[in-house]
């Protein structure tokens, strides 16, 4: 997969004007999902820093009951903790993770950055072990720093 073709796709869904921006993030996880064999849920999770919470924000996917998820707990609330990238090979030899669906075997998120703060992230959720690559990395990467730009 040559995740750097997608790049300009990115773009173009969020620099379209007169769309809300909940609207922008859903039409992204749609095309992120629509575009990479292996992305199998794709959503955003935003910071409340006053309650040290995630709240779950556009998504595509399979529906999920986590909604709210606290500072620290699982994959998402570990990544609000350390302001850095995390990716989970195998779901099944993690301690620490919040089991959405039995489907899962993988999971990768990116923290999105505003102004150097931790807003939020980007999660992915795979039903293949270990697809995640640094090039998965670098690419969501740019995808937040695409979307912090709408903030």
């Known amino acids: ?3 750097e073709k997608l ?3 990115v773009v173009e869904i969020l620099q379209k004007p007169d769309i809300e921006i909940n609207e922008k993030l859903k039409n992204l996880c749609q095309y992120l999902q629509d575009n990479v064999s292996y992305y199998n849920w794709v959503g ?3 910071a409340n820093h006053d309650n040290q919470t995630l709240h779950l924000g556009p998504y595509v996917g399979a529906e ?3 909604t709210v998820i606290p500072f620290g707990k699982g994959i998402c609330g570990q990544v609000a903790v350390s302001n850095q990238n995390f990716v989970v090979p195998d779901v099944a030899a ?3 993770y919040i089991a959405c669906s039995i489907t899962v075997k993988s999971e990768i998120v990116v923290p999105l950055f505003v102004r150097g703060e931790n807003i939020g992230q980007i999660d992915i959720d795979s039903h293949v072990i270990d697809p995640f690559t640094e090039s998965d990395e ?3 990467e740019f995808v937040n720093k695409e979307v912090a730009k709408l903030y």
Do not use: A, E, V
Request: no cysteine.
């Open 94 to 96: 993690q301690d620490n």
């Open 138 to 140: 670098r690419f969501l």
């Open 64 to 66: 999920t009951d986590h």
């Open 44 to 46: 955003y999770y935003f």
């Open 7 to 9: 790049k300009p796709g």
């Open 1 to 3: 997969m040559n995740l």
